[in-house]
């Protein structure tokens, strides 16, 4: 097994996973710390180092809310305490290789993960590398700095980057793309092919990468993409521009009691990250700056003008239950009339709602879930501009353990296989499906095709006439027909969002 490689910077050694014919290699420092005076500034290069880094141990969590209730619905289910202490020094990746030597050329796939933009890192229990290595996949988690740290925009910031040639902002998707340009200059050293590397992430990571397929500057970085529950269409695609973003800076600095970005650049990274814990009413994440992100995705995936890579995307089930406006006909009704206005009437006549029973039907359709509705969009631009495949799913299979269902995020423990680092009482059922999933992906990664050898059904791409999504549930079927009235209603609707 490739134990022992050399990378830019130097020498690195890695450790036998939990399959010993797996390598991984855990903090590798992709960028310098972002610290000081790199607080708020694109990463810098890393340093090198002599002798041999040893990799064992995960960088550190980047600065966001520690979990204060270890029964919280999303504490219990992923973010267990981690090893280390979280720290503002974490630009470090995680490597899982199956190579034995470095001159394999085996696909790569490169992970980002999700939590609102704002908590995460690549050391959580359900992003174990193992499994899709086993596949014959070099597999890289990247982490990244997150909320005020990751994404603050101030007009100093902003003069400060173009003096300096750099974005004065998304600093966070900078640490992302920062990592695709390693896994791009070093990833042969590890047995991958930095021409055939899959960007794929879930929640804000599937937002993330939706940014990276729309910022110029990271074209042919990635080939092919998959999108797990990124929410396309509706208001969470509601990016601010620079000017808005700036004045909430401007409102940031006078909560932190400082009159510049230097002295705020002086606080300790952990009295910084309270005052954000504090900063209410504002939701970080990506800015369209005119720089690195000259667009919304929306708009640009509707011109034509993101980056023409294979795609593969999906959601599952429960994903919108945020959305729901009530648990009767009448309630909903009420609340419909204002979130439709003008286009109540036809909504409502094409909803079919009549009562509960029917309010639940509605619910558990594909025109409910903002998700579904915006990859059924995204899907139908990409065939209008003749575009590279892609391929639907739904997540939708009996999670046991509480009436949860299929909730936001319980496909992770499927697509990473990793079922049994899960507290749940998971049995064969669960595992086959993992097992189907994880081979999707990695054949997707490895080919463009998500179907494996014997697959069945057969996954096929969407097409102008049929959406072809893949139902994974207990028993996977392939959901196929084009869109039903109510899907184009609300396609036709988004279609109007994304003309502004």
């Known amino acids: 097994m490739l134990r022992q490689t050399i990378t830019e910077n130097g020498a690195v050694r890695g450790v036998a996973a939990a399959d010993p014919k797996v390598t991984v290699f855990r903090g590798i420092p992709f960028a310098q710390p972002p610290v000081g005076e790199l607080r708020w500034r694109a990463p810098q290069p890393a340093q090198n180092w002599s002798g041999v880094r040893m990799c064992d141990n995960f960088g550190p969590p980047s600065m966001q809310e520690e979990p204060k209730d270890e029964n919280a619905f999303y504490t219990k289910e992923f973010y267990v305490a981690p090893d280390v202490p979280m720290s503002e020094d974490c630009l470090y990746l995680n490597v899982w290789t199956p190579a034995k030597s470095a001159d394999e050329k085996l696909p790569v796939m490169v992970w980002i993960f999700g939590g609102g933009m704002s908590v995460g890192y690549t050391s959580e229990p359900e992003f174990d590398g193992t499994r899709i290595a086993r596949r014959g996949i070099v597999f890289v988690s990247i982490n990244y700095r997150l909320n005020s740290f990751g994404f603050l925009a101030h007009p100093d910031l902003t003069r400060e980057g173009r003096s300096q040639g750099e974005c004065g902002t998304n600093f966070g998707l900078l640490d992302q793309s920062a990592g695709l340009q390693w896994v791009k200059r070093n990833i042969h050293s590890f047995g991958g092919d930095p021409d ?86 504002h939701r970080w994440g990506p800015v369209i700056d005119g720089n690195y992100l000259p667009e919304a995705p929306l708009t640009a995936v509707a011109s034509g003008r993101s980056h023409n890579v294979e795609l593969l995307m999906g959601s599952t089930l429960r994903d919108p239950d945020g959305f729901r406006m009530g648990t009767n006909a009448e309630e909903f009704k009420a609340h419909a009339q204002k979130f439709y206005g003008k286009d109540f009437s036809t909504f409502w006549a094409l909803s079919g709602i009549q009562n509960a029973v029917s309010l639940l039907h509605y619910y558990e359709s594909a025109a409910f879930s903002t998700f579904e509705i915006g990859n059924a969009y995204v899907a139908k631009k990409w065939l209008e501009h003749g575009r590279k495949p892609v391929y639907l799913y739904r997540f939708n299979p009996e999670i046991p353990g509480d009436d949860a269902g299929s909730f936001h995020s319980s496909d992770l423990w499927f697509v990473f296989e990793t079922l049994a680092n899960c507290w749940r009482p998971f049995v064969g059922k669960h595992y086959d499906l993992a097992r189907r999933m994880c081979d999707s992906w990695t054949s997707f990664a490895a080919t463009g095709n998500p179907n494996g050898k014997n697959a069945q059904p057969y996954w096929l791409p969407c097409t102008t006439e049929n959406q072809h999504v893949m139902y994974f549930a207990d028993q996977v079927t392939s959901l196929d027909g084009p869109p039903d009235e109510l899907m184009k209603f609300e396609l036709a609707r988004l279609e109007r969002e994304a003309d502004g």
């Open 196 to 281: 055939k590397v899959t960007l794929f992430g879930q929640s804000a990571g599937g937002r993330c990468v939706w940014m990276h397929m729309t910022a110029p500057s990271d074209r042919g970085l990635f080939h092919r993409a998959i999108l797990q529950s990124a929410g396309m269409g509706g208001g969470i695609t509601r990016y601010p521009n620079l000017l808005e973003a700036e004045e909430k800076g401007v409102r940031f600095l006078q909560h932190l009691g400082v009159s510049s970005i230097n002295e705020a650049r002086m606080l300790p990274a952990k009295v910084l990250r309270d005052k954000t814990l504090t900063f209410t009413g």
